[in-house]
């Protein structure tokens, strides 16, 4: 496991949803009329495969071409507090697509700017994240970007010692070589094998033509193809049947593939090998579509961001259920972590703040006062938890506590359903009994490494060996 970041590398662009009702004929012409209800926007391209990222990594940079210009601008402040943006010249406006719906169909969609990227250098930034990341996603929407000679000869140089996905697209440069694996949907890769190729023979095709490790092809709900080095022909990994989309339902299947290269990415961030980073990520797309898919992360054009509403004053009581409830209207992402916080210390600190900057809001579950005995002890806790309570309440990156009796908490979660559920990285090897909640709710599992030397356990041991 490597402890630089998930850098995402392509174009980014603005997605914009204009819903309303069509119940009637426009008299001119056989078009349906659309009375506007509402508008919302949410980052695309690379910008929607960083804000993906960010679910799955505690730290996500996103290099990429933006103009400065409106829909840029906006672009921007989206993605404020998600990742970091490492801006690259770009020529022309920033690229904008908007669709129309009504009853959850898309009836139109209008694309307008023009922005590729330009020929100048990267930048000293641009290296720096490059060299320094843990692993890195390139997400090629075909403005320009891949061909980058410098970007190219940077991801050739990192290739050999860290993970690099390539997502790739039909107007984009041709994936690099040694790259751990490559995305392309079932269109693309028969677009680049040849059109007359199945499925599971492009797959292999491409890992030998582009020299990777892996090339997973999508193949929407029947999941993935995936053919790796040594291994003949290429293995199916399916979508399991919990996060199946029912048959009823009319999925919106929009960012699914930026689910599948982010979800992807993550694992082999955290040390998964190919099969298993494939196998997670159908998995990871499957529930996202199930979830909503992109459109639950858009926010209203309105807004400044997803929570536009001020935070209350630091210390004042707040209602968890209210608050989740209020960033799932306003289309922001809810991240809950839970534990003791007994003598809170720098690296709860530490784990909150990061817990925070993976979304809109942060819960914390706090373990009641029997709840602690059950699993610390007759001596624990030290603080009871209306002050333990109190004490998280203070910090900024908190926005509210709720207390639970039990020593899990699963119920606590089906009632929250948060989109992120962190836990400290010493959960890393353990078998999270609140894991299965959270999923079955389409939210996903962060670990986040600990900082080390802090523990109550031990500075309540210091304390009595001084004593």
């Not at 990994?237 to 999925?251: E, Q």
Request: hydrophobic content about 45%.
């Amino acid at each position: 496991m490597s402890g630089g970041p998930l850098v995402v590398v392509g174009d980014a662009l603005l997605d914009a949803d204009i819903e309303g009702t069509a119940d009637r004929l426009c008299p001119e012409a056989p078009v349906p009329v659309v009375d506007v209800a509402r508008e919302w926007h949410r980052p695309g391209g690379a910008g929607l495969a960083a804000l993906l990222a960010a679910r799955s990594a505690a730290e996500v940079v996103l290099v990429t071409a933006v103009g400065d210009d409106p829909a840029g601008r906006r672009l921007a402040q989206l993605l404020a507090g998600e990742a970091e943006l490492v801006r690259l010249p770009a020529r022309g406006a920033t690229v904008c697509k908007t669709r129309v719906r009504a009853a959850d169909q898309s009836l139109v969609r209008f694309d307008s700017g023009d922005a590729r990227a330009g020929g100048e250098p990267l930048g000293p930034r641009a290296a720096e994240v490059l060299r320094g990341a843990g692993a890195i996603l390139v997400a090629d929407y075909g403005r320009g970007l891949t061909g980058h000679p410098d970007l190219r000869r940077l991801l050739a140089e990192v290739a050999p010692r860290i993970p690099v996905v390539w997502d790739p697209h039909p107007r984009g440069a041709a994936p690099v070589p040694g790259l751990r694996l490559a995305t392309p949907n079932q269109s693309e890769a028969a677009g680049f094998a040849g059109h007359d190729t199945a499925a599971e023979q492009a797959a292999m095709t491409l890992r030998e033509r582009w020299g990777c490790t892996g090339v997973a092809v999508t193949v929407g709900s029947r999941g993935a193809l995936l053919a790796v080095a040594g291994e003949e022909p290429a293995r199916r990994v399916p979508v399991p049947s919990a996060s199946r989309v029912t048959g009823s339902a009319r999925p919106d299947t929009c960012g699914a593939g930026d689910r599948f290269a982010t979800a992807a990415t993550a694992a082999l961030l955290d040390g998964a090998s190919v099969a298993e980073a494939v196998t997670g990520a159908v998995d990871a797309a499957a529930r996202f579509v199930a979830a909503g898919g992109a459109t639950a992360l858009s926010v209203p054009a309105e807004a400044d961001t997803a929570l536009s509403q001020p935070r209350q004053q630091a210390g004042a009581p707040r209602d968890a259920f209210e608050l989740a409830a209020r960033v799932r209207r306003a289309g922001g992402r809810l991240v809950a972590t839970g534990g003791c916080f007994d003598l809170l210390h720098a690296g709860h600190v530490s784990l909150l703040r990061r817990a925070r900057a993976l979304g809109d809001a942060l819960v914390v579950c706090l373990n009641s006062d029997a709840s602690v005995r059950r699993l610390k002890g007759a001596g624990r806790p030290i603080v009871p938890a209306e002050d333990r309570a109190r004490l998280l309440t203070e910090l900024e990156s908190v926005d509210a506590v709720v207390t639970f009796e039990e020593s899990s908490p699963e119920a606590l979660l089906d009632r929250l359903r948060p989109d992120v559920w962190v836990k400290g990285g010493d959960y890393a090897d353990t078998d999270l009994p609140e894991a299965a909640t959270v999923r079955r709710h389409g939210g996903d599992v962060v670990l986040i490494p600990t900082v080390a030397g802090y523990s109550t356990t031990r500075i309540v041991a210091a304390a009595q060996a001084g004593a």
